[in-house]
């Protein structure tokens, strides 16, 4: 549980605002993921990374950007662009190809009024 | 793409009771079908996962089946108890297709276990 962590674990924001969420991770994974999490929607994909300075869009990219400069940070940037910003985001990572058990962080739960 | 259906959204059953959530997946290909337990406001955490290679798999209280040819698999806990309450997420893996191997979700199941 604590090899990764999100923060801010609450973040506000004004529409029009770009916003960055952070998540780390001290596993040693190559994998790392973005969900966003609506009440009945379950865990929706957004972006992943299979290794550093590679990103796929997953299902729902749009309004959304991402970085994998270093195998320990994945930031997530929520931009204006994003239609319905407010929800709950989770980080997950996992060992790779054939190692398939993600651990999630704790979330960060972005509000944009 | 992969599709993943959950049933039922929710769920109430009497502590000491069987529960039992169902997921239904498209992709034939799909070979890793793990199960996640969300406590309310905690992070989701694999509690059992199952490998198309095998057709059942327990852990104490619990078990997961799948069909393969049917292309469903189920979650069953038995002897339930109130900390066993919380939403329940199935999962279906992608095979990488020029990219990286990925899951997709069910929506969910709310499980509430009456003391």
């Known amino acids: 549980d604590g090899g990764i962590t999100q923060s801010p674990k609450y973040l506000f924001r004004k529409e029009g605002q770009n916003v960055t969420l952070s998540c780390e991770q001290n596993?040693?994974?190559?994998?790392m993921y973005w969900y966003r999490q609506d009440p009945g929607q379950g865990l929706r994909l957004i972006y992943y990374?299979?290794?550093?300075?590679?990103?796929q869009k997953g299902d729902i990219a749009e309004g959304y950007s991402v970085s994998r400069e270093k195998k320990e940070s994945f930031p997530l940037t929520v931009t204006s662009a994003q239609k319905n910003p407010t929800a709950f985001y989770l980080c997950?990572?996992?060992?790779?190809?054939?190692?398939?058990?993600?651990?999630f962080g704790p979330g960060t739960r972005l509000t944009v009024t | 793409g992969e599709n993943v259906e959950q049933h039922p959204s929710t769920l109430s059953v009497q502590e000491g009771d069987s529960a039992v959530i169902k997921c239904t997946y498209s992709?034939?290909?799909?070979?890793?079908f793990p199960w996640y337990k969300q406590e309310l406001g905690k992070r989701p955490q694999l509690i059992i996962d199952?490998?198309?290679?095998?057709g059942e798999k327990k852990d104490q209280r619990i078990a997961v089946t799948l069909n393969k040819t049917a292309k469903h698999f189920s979650l069953h806990i038995t002897e339930t108890q109130p900390e066993d309450s919380a939403v329940y997420f199935c999962?279906?893996?992608?095979?990488?297709?020029?990219?990286?191997?990925?899951?997709?979700f069910g929506k969910g199941t709310k499980l509430t276990v009456n003391p």
């Open positions: 997950a990572s996992s060992a790779g190809t054939g190692e398939h058990e993600q651990y």
């Open positions: 596993l040693n994974h190559d994998a």
């Open positions: 990374s299979q290794i550093v300075n590679d990103f």
């Open positions: 992709d034939s290909a799909s070979n890793y």
């Open positions: 199952i490998r198309s290679n095998v």
């Open positions: 999962a279906a893996s992608i095979p990488p297709q020029g990219g990286s191997e990925k899951l997709v």
